[in-house]
Structure formats: C-alpha cells, structure tokens
C-alpha cells in the first residue's frame, strides 16, 4: 500500500510525514520537496504567516545517496513561527488564556463538541492548513515515481470570487508532455496567482484587494490535470478502488474545498448523453486495432477506471473562514453573543490550495500506479509497465 501519514500543530515544533510503500530506486532528493513546499506558500492574498515560513523538508528516513531504499520515507518540516509560541504550545504542563469564540466555517466549534475541549486551539491548531505543508511533501513524493514513467501533474488557478479565466496553460498536445509541464512551471513563477490569463489575473488581484479593505475573504477554483496516464489505473470492481472516487475524496479532504468535478463534472448534469460521452473512433491504419477519441469529457475516468486520456479534476475553494471583520458568534464560556475569533489569516488560498489539490491528484494516482505495476523496486515497477504496455490495443 502507498500511503501517507502526517502529523503536527500549526504553532507546534514542525510537521511530520511518513509515507509508506515507496518502491526502491527512485531518486528523491531535499529539493524536490522544497520546491513544491515553495509552491504552497505563494500567491497573492496570503497572510503574515506565510512572510515567517520558509519550509525546507528534512528527509529522515527511507533515502541513501539519494535514492529510495524502500521503507517508509520519513519527513519533517519546521515551523519557524515556533520560536514565538513554545510557550503557548509546549508539550509539558503549562497554561495559556484559552481561545472561547468559535469562527463560523472552521472546525472551531464541531471539533470543540467533538473531543470535549474547553480551549478551541485545541481544534484550530491542527485543523489549521498549515498541515497542508506535510501533504505537499507527500505530494511530491509521488511525482518523482510518476515522473519516472512520463506521467506529469500540473494545475493552476481558474476562477477567484466573480473572476474566471479563459485558456490553459500549453496542452500535452502542443509539444511533449514533459516540456508542456516545465513551461507552466517556468511561467507558473512569472504569475501572481498561478492563473495562465494575465487579463483575468489582473481583475482576481483587484477582487483580493477590494475584499481585504473590508475584512472579507474569497474563494475560487482550481484544475489539476495528469497526463501520460496508461488506461487501467483503478477499478470498477469495488467502490473503494474507484480512481474517481479516491480522487474525489482525496481533493474533499483538503481544508477548504467544498467541490470536486471529474471531466465535464456539474455540466454533464445539464446536457444530454450525445454532448456528453467522448465517442471511440478507430486510430490505427485498416488492419489494425487502435482507438483514440476526440473530446475527453470524462475527465480520463470511465467506470472508475483511466481510459488513457488525461485525468482532468476541478475543486471548489470556499472563501476562508478567518475575517478580517469577524462575523457573528457565541462565547462558548458564557454563552453570550461575541465576535468570532481572531487568527492570522489568508484573505485567499486559492493558489496554495491548488499546490495541495495538486499533491493529493499525484498521490491517488501514484497509488493506483504502483498497485496495478507493483514492485518492490523502480526496475520491477518498469518490466511489468512494459509487460503491459505491450500487451495493450
Ligand atoms: C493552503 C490553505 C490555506 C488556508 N488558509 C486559511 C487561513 O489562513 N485561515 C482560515 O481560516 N482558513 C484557511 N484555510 C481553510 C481552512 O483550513 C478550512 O476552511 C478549515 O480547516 C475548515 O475546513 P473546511 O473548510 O474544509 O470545512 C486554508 C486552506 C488551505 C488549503
């Protein structure tokens, strides 16, 4: 089983990652993290939190002389802000002014009801984003595995508050798979918001501006897309090897995100089945077996399973729960009307929550990669890959 584990409170010493069941002989090295780590901390609308971090991963276990060993790959992120809150976080006995007025939209209140806790850092602490971090350094683990079978993860930033963009970044069908990956990346730094329409850009900075001079906060949409995806990956046999399910649930778990489509998604919901399906046309010459399609409306998903198009997932993000200008809540001490808690906060994540989306696309896909060509070293994983790829239509 590839799996992740993570652990760590947002104020508390660092973060911790440990993901299990990476094959042998993979090259991972400290910066293909932290690129990804960097990734995370960007875009424009972020709060103070983010000018304090600057997360490095130390790699603790799992790795020699750069390559994967096969047991579990243990990580640790520090967190800098630490230093101001070792007393407020310590681990030992100690006491801080509790935190008693739940944010209508965090895990503030249900989270309090839940374990019984009188002190809503309790909840806030690990119910805070900043455990994203450790799912970006998961994340990037399953991109080095996928990279070494041509496979690539991108996303960007579509929609934020009334904003939409218009265009993708360059497609797998304008040049190789792998160079239509380093080009976004290379342009992905020129942006403010990971958004490939700099016209619409332009307007969702505007947005971000206008709602953070009145204590407001915004959501927006995200798209992942996975090409050099082999047919195959997942399953219609049991619901719980679904890739599109998987996928759904994964993208949902992140804080924030209220909405996931595969393909067309909600828009099928409102055609009818001839605008919808991608129909099969023949692709070989006479003679031969050989399918392609046209249109890829499923998203690169039919029956749970990848049909060989790219796998194409889109997230919602609601606005963020910490206002500026707090909204109504309880005192859960007194009972009394009060206003909602005050935490450092961003005024949009969309971009940094498209880091984490992302993370989570390459994992769920890793995962069913490494099942369907499981091995216990990248040169087994390779043989059967081929064995297969041989053996397709
Ligand atoms: C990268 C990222 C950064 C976030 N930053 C904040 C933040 O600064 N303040 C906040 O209240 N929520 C932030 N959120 C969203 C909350 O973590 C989330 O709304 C909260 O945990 C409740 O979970 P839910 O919205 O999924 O119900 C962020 C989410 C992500 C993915």
Redesign the pocket.
Known sequence: MFEYVTAGESHGRGLLCIVRGVPAGFQLRPGDIDRELSR?QLGYGR?G?MKIERDRVQLISGVRHGRTLGSPVGMMIENRDWSNWSEEMSVEDGSAEPVVQP?P???DLAGACKYGHRDLRNVLER???RE?AARVAAGAVAAVILRGFDIWVMSWVCCIGTVEADGEPAGPSDCSRRSAWRSWRSREEQTMLRCPDAEAERKMVGEIDQAARVGDTLGGVIQTVACGIPPGLGSYASRDRRLDGRLAAAVMS?????GVEIGAGFRAARSVGSQVHDPILPSGPDGDVGFCRESNRAGGLEGGVTNGEDVVVRAA??P???LGQPIASVDIETGRAAEAHR?R??VC?VP??GV?VEAEVAFEIAAAFVRKFGGDSKDEIKANYRSYREGLP
């Open positions: 995370r709060g939190r944010r939209g965090h895990a119910a805070s984003a994203t992140v804080p924030g995100i209220k993000m609601k963020i729960a910490t935490e906060a961003d994540a940094a929550a984490v």
